[in-house]
T-cell receptor, first 114, second 115 residues
Framework: ETGVTQSPTHLIKTRGQQVTLRCSSQ?????VSWYQQALGQGPQFIFQ???????GRGNFPPRFSGLQFPNYSSELNVNALELDDSALYLC?????????????FGEGSRLTVL | EDQVTQSPEALRLQEGESSSLNCSYT??????LFWYRQDPGKGPEFLFT???AGEEKEKERLKATLTKKESFLHITAPKPEDSATYLC????????????????FGKGTKLSVKP
């Protein structure tokens, strides 16, 4: 059973550019959620995808968008990057069938915006 | 507004010195309180879920408890390998959707255990 994998692990962009981050969910998990974690802060919920549709969203502007594919993998896209977008972006998958409701997180993609 | 506050921000213990981490929460209706462990440069790792006041869960040297306003993570006789940031989270508001993946996290408590 493979865990949640994210790519790239690190990347540097300049203000105004666009970025795409990728996530492969754990085998059998059909739900993917994305989080932003700034340095010294807890993760903040961006959105969730289920059956290829966004079905939950936190307080993030529309320039944060995503996709989920038939194999449940997912992408996070951020347009018009701002300096404050520098953070660790975490992907988490879940199956919805466990009583614990636990999320399985990847190791994240660290984005630096200059 | 739903929110989670953790204290202390940082805690330094000697190996074997037991202590507790606090998580205070404000939610319109608790649908689960979660504890995660996060090592530097890694994603959070699930520890426990608690659903109702009075519930307790244990795993090795860790024990999580829940009241109507807060949760405690008790660490008994910690070892250096317990050093990590411990995150507390509750399910986010139903209005935002994402019933599974929508968690509101606290800022965490950074635990350091010295040998």
């Amino acid at each position: 059973e493979t865990g949640v994998t994210q790519s790239p692990t690190h990347l540097i962009k300049t203000r105004g550019q666009q970025v795409t981050l990728r996530c492969s969910s754990q085998s059998g998990h059909n739900t993917v959620s994305w989080y932003q974690q700034a340095l010294g802060q807890g993760p903040q919920f961006i959105f969730q995808y289920y059956r290829e549709e966004e079905n939950g969203r936190g307080n993030f502007p529309p320039r944060f968008s995503g996709l989920q594919f038939p194999n449940y993998s997912s992408e996070l896209n951020v347009n018009a990057l701002e300096l404050d977008d520098s953070a660790l972006y975490l992907c988490a998958s879940s199956s919805g069938t466990t009583r614990t409701g636990e999320l399985f997180f990847g190791e994240g993609s660290r984005l630096t915006v200059l | 507004e739903d929110q989670v506050t953790q204290s202390p921000e940082a805690l330094r213990l000697q190996e074997g010195e037991s202590s507790s981490l606090n998580c205070s929460y404000t939610v319109s209706g608790l649908r689960g309180l979660f504890w995660y462990r996060q090592d530097p440069g890694k994603g959070p790792e699930f520890l426990f879920t608690l659903y109702s006041a009075g519930e307790e869960k244990e795993k090795e040297r860790l024990k999580a408890t829940l009241t109507k306003k807060e949760s405690f993570l008790h660490i008994t006789a910690p070892k250096p390998e317990d050093s990590a940031t411990y995150l507390c989270a509750v399910r986010g508001p139903l209005a935002n959707g994402g019933s599974q993946g929508n968690l509101i996290f606290g800022k965490g408590t950074k635990l350091s255990v010295k040998p």
